[in-house]
């Protein structure tokens, strides 16, 4: 369980230098790579590096980096109203990603076969996303309000699902890549 907790038996300085990277990857992801969407909201790849943050720094710090980077994101971009949902929402997509994988990933052990267990982890992850902007936003505009930004969450979501799946399977085999985000 050390290995999921810790960054590779990294010093804790480290550790929090790690964090904060994907923190500003996260936060970065949602504020610039961003497409308005016709009802409201918006498309953005801050998902893509919720997931990494998650595959590649464990539990504890992938949740911290996703739900501090994605809330940064929300205050920085004008939606501070959506900072706290966001804080909670994307902190549970990465905790339920790394779970997922971490599940999955001892029954599929073949290295050839790791885009499953990553898929079907982030598949999860961004579900709960999905569900819980539409919950939160039921609560700020009801349902009929909160109905047509479930495509754009949908769309978003499946997008970053496959770009993360891609990037992992890209990035991986890279030697510096594998020795400092070792597999579960």
Do not use: H
């Amino acid at each position: 369980m050390k290995q999921a907790v810790s960054l590779r038996g990294f010093s804790p300085a480290k550790q929090i230098a790690f964090t904060a990277l994907f923190a500003s990857l996260c936060c970065i992801g949602t504020v610039l790579i961003v497409v308005p969407l016709p009802a409201s909201g918006y498309f953005n790849a801050g998902d893509i590096f919720v997931l990494l943050s998650a595959w590649c720094l464990g539990p504890l710090f992938g949740s911290v980096a996703a739900a501090v980077g994605s809330a940064l994101a929300d205050i920085v971009s004008g939606f501070a109203i959506y900072a706290p949902a966001t804080f909670l929402i994307k902190g549970l997509d990465a905790l339920v990603a790394y779970t997922v994988y971490a599940f999955l990933k001892k029954r599929i052990r073949k290295d050839a076969l790791d885009f499953i267990p990553r898929a079907l982890s982030a598949i999860l992850g961004e579900a709960l996303m999905v569900a819980g902007y539409f919950l939160f936003e039921c609560l700020l505009y009801g349902v009929i309000g909160a109905t047509p930004n479930i495509l754009g969450n949908l769309l978003q979501g499946g997008c970053c699902i496959f770009l993360s799946v891609a990037l992992v399977s890209i990035l991986y085999p890279v030697k510096t890549v594998r020795r400092l985000f070792p597999r579960l």
